[in-house]
């Protein structure tokens, strides 16, 4: 395994310049993620700040008690109650059998980055992956793709789930999950490795009792040895440690919610577009309505004084929506502007790492972080990663493509640009004349006809268009025996765009990790944590 930095443009322009730490953009944040100052500053400002480190120690203990452990994981447990250790964070939604490659990815890059800042500041850094288990949009979670034949194919999890249940309160059908994940692993061609992964997931299922649960066994099964722990922001144990935040998120919601607007007026200012929506009188807060399993996001009627969701499903007056925080804080949940501010306020967040969307929404949160009384951390691009097989690779010699080039934009252009070299430019050119032809010749008839049999002029069109087809017809028959004649140069550029780019959309947001576990093995990506990956914006790509 070995590896080659790339220089790429990120997934959009705000994130593209971020990277290249543009002044314009350094100003929606606190911290510069590439000043090792930075960092140094951050410490100083979490040592004045208080936080439930035993309290939350525990209860990350017991969470984690249900899942793959190892030493460094209990040490790492016991590190967080010191009083000068803090954490790199991170978080996703838990994905059937993890989801795409990009959460992964932001697991390694939250290993990598606690060392890198251990090792510099010489206090424990400890790396927590944080599971957005409060989310609620299953039909975003419940499928992977696999390879077909010619492009990637969406593979769907059986099990339906009509209400809108946050994915922490979704039971597991342990058997539709061990039957259907198989299928996919044997689907996928036998190896040395399918025996083990096979086992693993009959592993996770039997130890799992909801959604989140068995993607917390198999993160914590691939990288436990690492000392990562995790949260599921949908548990009620833990809503109970954050009661006193969503007080305060209350109090001040009305604060918070101008806060996001005049920051986003300056980003706008700024020539970017915003990525937060924000409805009318934002709560920017869930209620969960455990009676009927749906999570309702919460504005404020200025007329009734209350707070309600859409079409007055619910309404609270300030002192019952405190009481529900206070009572029952397991009713509420945080929504995309307050889930970074509770994150911060519940752990001594030295760093979050993000993606591309998520470094551009935070830029929308300074100034209700600072209402808050606090600063936002450090935002650390999660390292971009593609993986490389020698298969893939050779084809991409052979047919003397950039990696660069595909990883950009595919295989589409330069395979045109082959099959137009390889072409019968005669045969094109005379199917071409013939159409014009055709057209010329209907035209000439239809000035004739026009003057004393105008009622044959329908037939006429009609006849046109019957022979023109006749001629694309052919075309697409020329098209079709060229590409049957170069079929095995034209299915390494499938190959090639299938695995680097698949269907136009970056390999990360596409292909899932249990294919590269079953051909690589359950230690691969360990193998992946020992490269010498730096946080300098260049896209990894590594070759197995």
Known sequence: MEMVNLSLPAGNQFATDYLSQVDKVNNFYHYSYSDNESYKQRVKELEKRQFMRNELADHIAGYMRAFPQSDKVQQNIARLREDNSVVVIGGQQAGILTGPLYSIHKIISIILLADKKEKELKIPVIPVFWIAGEDHDYLEVNHVFVPGSEKMVRKTYPQRVIEKKMASDIELDKEVFKVWAEKLIKADGETTHSKHLLALVKEAAEASETFVDVFSYLVMQLFSKFGLLIVDSGNKDLRTLEKEIFLNQISQFKEIGEAVSKQQSLVKESGYATVIEMSENPVNLFYYDEDNSERILLTYDEEKQQFVGKDQSVHFTAAELKEIASEFPHKLSNNVVTRPIMQDLLFPTLAFIGGPGEIAYWAELKQAFEQMSIKMPPIVPRLNITLLERCVEADLEELGLELSDVIKSGTEEACNAFLAS????????????????????????????????????????????????????????????????????????NRIERCIRPDGIPQERVWNVFYFLNHFGLDFLEDVLMLPMEFDGTHKVVKM
């Open 422 to 493: 390889v072409s019968n430019e005669k045969v094109d050119l005379l199917l071409t004349q013939l159409k014009q032809d055709i057209a010329d010749k209907y035209t000439d008839l239809q000035g004739e006809i026009e003057n004393d049999m105008k009622g044959l002029l329908p037939i006429l069109k009609k006849n046109e268009s019957l022979l023109q087809n006749q001629v694309d017809f052919l075309a697409k028959k020329v098209e079709l025996e060229l590409k049957n004649k170069h079929e095995v140069i034209l299915s390494k550029f």
